[in-house]
């Protein structure tokens, strides 16, 4: 017949450390287990492997395993601009290696429903997302993020055709994918002020956004719209940031800027907002995001403005009330 002590020994070692308790009284297992930071089938799998393991001990007739976990503080923050094409997708992918280097477990949310590209920048090797019932199981990239896109369940080239209550819908179980562990979620925002970004700030209300632009100035009046929005919905800025800062000629090494220059650090100022740092206008920045090799990923001079970046917003969100 077995005992407690007994039972203890069925059970792996590799999930040993996760039991809190064991009882065992007429032929009934009972098992306490920690299942803190697993996500929804992780916890899933360590149920089957202790009724599995317990269920094989001389005198178990039945095995009822309890999990205990305590719940994430999972912050948001929102990667958004007035209008497309100003490396916000860039960043935000960045952003989010930078962090992953740094020790914190993050996730990203590819919320350009209509034009996703995160998949291009984080996961390469083009994985499909798989689903618990309805519960999406992120991606994991290579570069310890994981990362929910809609590239990654519709077919590559196909247009998105959907109407707003749809795309609602899509965002939604998106942000409420098996997340597991991650501390942070960055949602690279569609440009725009529309559908999503409505859904996004009302449903689930970031911790804070991060607005990216170009220095021109129609970018920056796009970049002002969206920081209304955020302001309307009580969504604080931690800051802002400048794209394509400055092009050095690879040929001759003059600096030029094709775009401006400063614009966005003066806006800040304006707007009384912390301005995060400057990106360059930089050739090896545009290769690596096309190969999925995202320059935060190395101790490369390109991938140290996103580290730089990806500091302040750390030390933001710890100056922030618990």
Request: with cysteine; charged share 20%.
């Amino acid at each position: 017949m077995s005992d407690s002590e007994t039972i203890k020994q069925h059970i792996p070692a590799e999930i040993s450390g996760m039991v809190r308790s064991v009882k065992f009284a007429d032929g009934v297992a009972t098992i306490i287990a920690d299942a803190s930071g697993l996500g929804r089938s992780a916890a899933a799998q360590l149920q089957r492997e202790l009724e599995q393991a317990v269920g094989a001990a001389e005198g178990v007739n039945e095995v009822r395993v309890a999990l205990m976990a305590d719940k994430v503080k999972r912050r948001i923050i929102a990667v958004g601009s007035g209008k497309g094409g100003v490396g916000k997708s860039t960043l935000a992918a960045n952003l989010a290696v930078a962090l992953a280097r740094a020790g914190k477990k993050v996730g990203v949310v590819d919320a350009d429903i209509y034009g996703p590209s995160q998949m291009m920048l984080l996961d390469p090797t083009s994985q499909r997302l798989k689903a618990e019932g309805n519960t999406l199981i992120p991606a994991e990239s290579e570069f310890g993020v994981r990362l929910v896109s809609m590239a990654q369940l519709v077919e590559g080239g196909k247009a998105i055709a959907w109407r707003g209550p749809m795309v609602g819908q899509a965002l939604t179980q998106m942000m409420e994918a098996d997340w597991g562990d991650a501390e942070l979620l960055l949602v690279d925002l569609p440009p725009g002020t529309g559908d999503v970004q409505l859904t996004m700030l009302q449903k689930f209300k970031p911790a804070g956004a991060i607005v990216v632009s170009t220095p021109q100035d129609l970018a920056l009046i796009d970049a002002t719209r969206a920081i209304d929005l955020f302001r309307q919905a009580e969504i604080p800025i931690v800051g802002m940031v400048e794209n394509m800062a400055g092009y050095i000629c690879p040929h001759c090494g003059e600096l030029s800027d094709p775009f401006g220059a400063g614009g966005m650090e003066v806006a800040a100022q304006s707007l009384g907002l912390d301005f995060l740092g400057r990106i360059p206008l930089h050739m090896a920045i545009r290769v690596a995001s096309d190969t999925g090799q995202p320059p935060a990923a190395n101790d490369t001079e390109q991938g140290k403005p996103f580290a730089e970046i990806a500091d302040r917003l750390v030390a933001w969100l710890d100056a922030q009330p618990a």
